[in-house]
């Protein structure tokens, strides 16, 4: 059955998005996959064809494919024609058997081409968008109040999740210079709706948040090729990694004794981090205070198991405790706690520890011993660990009353 979508769809005034080529080839190999399944693979090469206008039988099965990508060509100008009658040729091979891909592989494919179209039987609706993202300035002759345009600078953070960017906003008032987080849409594209309701959790729950150690986010949504973005102000300063080695080691603590501060308001509000690491801690360079600038992977990192968590794309595993390497599904402050607990000793020592064989940091420096009785206790098994962030806070900062005065 066709999709129902506009006529004005259908007879397009130059502004239907085209079929990619990309897409041609993609739809190709669905149709001989299915084919292959068949006892009578060119039957259903035929059913393809005939969707997209050749009702000539071809001479044979090879024949076949490669007049159905002519037939593709043809009705390539016109993208959601194009989508409508591969979706109903698929609907047509359903009906006799053949298991088929869903629409939301179809979708997912479809977004990956970046087209801004989504079946949702029994219609082809245009997927709606929040703001549009670009590499380049708007044109000002055309009305763009319906929505933001972001106008993306330069790459200022990359992860498995997303890229995060310079970016700025031009109204008729002034130019606003933000960071934008875009995400990569292959982490919604398994089960896209379950993904949204958790992104749109996430944002709602980090709202709340109201910190001087955490920045908020000024806008989040969809762009227009179904990409979720984060909008947050852009904090100038250094990562709080090099921020600490530059300092003395009694304003490392404060640093962190900050960060956990931040995290104590967090999880009161029932929010957790999840990758705490110092490229997503900066302190600012006006009044240096640290504040932590990424809350966007707490939702995503639900979909990880404990091979994915270990790859370099999440680019943080020293910071992640031992329960939840055996269990990624594993929500607790103490995760939080146990990445605070590593970059306490980063700062004091240089280097990340190795929580199976801790190494004092008495051997760095003796001012540093009563650390070690609060750090061993921070990265031990969660059993033991310290049950709020406050609480680790309270001990670091007994702690450096014991720092020389010189340091």
Known sequence: MPLKYPNSWKYPIGTTQPAPRDLINRFIEIATDLAGEHKDEQSIIEIFKSHFGDNNTSSSASWAVSDLQKAMDKKSQNAPVFIDNFWSALETVRQIGLITPPKEYINSIITEMGLDFEIQPPELIKRRSDATISDSLPDATK???????????????????????????????????????????????????KAKIRF?????????????????????????????????????????????????????????????????????????????????????????QPIIVDFGLAHIIDQLDNTSLTTSLVGSIGYIPSEVIANPKERSPLHDIFSCAV????????????????????????????????????????????????????????ASKYLSNQN
């Open 200 to 288: 749109q959790r996430e944002v709602q729950a980090i709202q709340r948040l109201q910190h001087r150690g955490i920045v908020p986010y000024i806008d989040a949504g969809f762009d227009d090729q179904g990409r979720p973005f984060l909008v947050m102000p852009h904090i100038r300063g250094k990562n709080i990694r090099d921020a600490a080695t530059s300092t003395r080691p009694r304003r490392r603590i404060e640093l962190i004794s900050e960060v956990l501060d931040a995290l104590d308001h967090a999880h009161s509000n029932e929010v957790l981090h999840r990758d705490l690491k110092p490229s997503n801690i900066l302190v600012r360079e006006t009044d240096s």
């Open 143 to 193: 009305d763009t109040t319906t929505k933001p345009t972001y106008t993306k600078g330069e790459q200022i953070g990359f992860g498995g999740f997303g890229t995060v960017y310079m970016a700025s906003r031009q109204t008729t008032v002034a130019r606003f210079d933000v960071a934008i987080k875009v995400f990569h849409p292959s982490s919604f594209v398994q089960d896209a709706a």
């Open 343 to 398: 970059m306490t000793y980063e700062f004091m020592a240089g280097r990340r520890p190795d929580p199976s064989s801790y190494e004092p940091l008495n051997a760095v420096s003796k001012d540093f011993s009563q650390l070690d009785r609060v750090l061993v206790r921070a990265l031990g098994p969660a059993r033991q660990r310290h049950s709020t962030a406050s609480e680790l806070r309270g001990d670091l900062l007994e």
